[in-house]
């Protein structure tokens, strides 16, 4: 199993542009997660999705959108990318609500 | 608000002493609690987890937490660090009323040789 794989590892965009971040997952796991990680905050959850089809807002969802459109693949779209949402992004997955997340290696976005 | 606190920011530790990383919670009930770690550069992975039973659990590498309900905490330990310890530590809550994890500040383990 790859577990969960994030591409790309870095990216460096211009204010305004958009792009879409992939995260994957081959355990079959019904629920998936997008974060960010900025220094001294943590972890913050922006979108979740508990199934195919279904998603929904975490804590800092603006500027950002999700689809499911399988069990495996939940995508991050950045739909006009501004300097703050230069962070480091992780993406999760687990089997059931409050079990283990297992975490893909990160996307490092910089914006200019 | 359901909050978690890793109050120490940065913990020096000398190679072969013992090791406490604190974590305190706001939940009205009992939560489930989680110990990931992070290496440099590297993703998440978890440690141990609390979701009832004993309340001292044992996790990979040698760690332990033990969760005390009437202190709100969940502190996690080892008794003797290792250089291969220096990682950042996140402690994590879950609730049965919401899918979401609160998630801890973080607490970066520097050893000293």
């Known amino acids: 199993n790859a577990g969960v794989t994030q591409t790309p590892k870095f990216q460096v965009l211009k204010t305004g542009q958009s792009m879409t971040l992939q995260c994957a997952q081959d355990m079959n796991h019904e629920y998936m997660s997008w974060y960010r990680q900025d220094p001294g905050m943590g972890l913050r959850l922006i979108h979740y999705?508990?199934?195919?089809?279904?998603?929904d807002q975490g804590e800092v969802p603006n500027g950002y959108n999700v689809s499911r459109s399988t069990t495996e693949d939940f995508p991050l779209r950045l739909l006009s990318a501004a300097p703050s949402q230069t962070s480091v992004y992780f993406c999760?997955?687990?089997?059931?609500?409050?079990?283990?997340?297992?975490f893909g290696p990160g996307t490092r976005l910089t914006v200019l | 608000a359901q909050s978690v606190t890793q109050p120490d920011i940065h913990i020096t530790v000398s190679e072969g002493a013992s090791l406490e990383l604190r974590c305190n919670y706001s939940y009205g009930a009992t939560p489930y609690l989680f110990w990931y770690v992070q290496s440099p550069g590297q993703g998440l992975q978890l440690l141990l987890k609390y979701f009832s039973g004993d309340t001292l659990v044992q996790g990979i590498k040698g760690f332990e937490a033990e969760f005390k309900r009437s202190q709100s905490s969940f502190n996690l330990r080892k008794p003797s660090v290792h250089w291969s310890d220096a990682a950042e530590y996140f402690c994590?809550?879950?609730?049965?009323?919401?899918?979401?994890?609160?998630w801890g500040a973080g607490t970066k383990l520097i050893i000293k040789p």
């Open positions: 999705s508990v199934g195919a089809g279904i998603t």
């Open positions: 994590a809550v879950g609730m049965d009323s919401n899918y979401q994890l609160i």
């Open positions: 999760a997955s687990s089997f059931g609500q409050n079990n283990e997340q297992f």
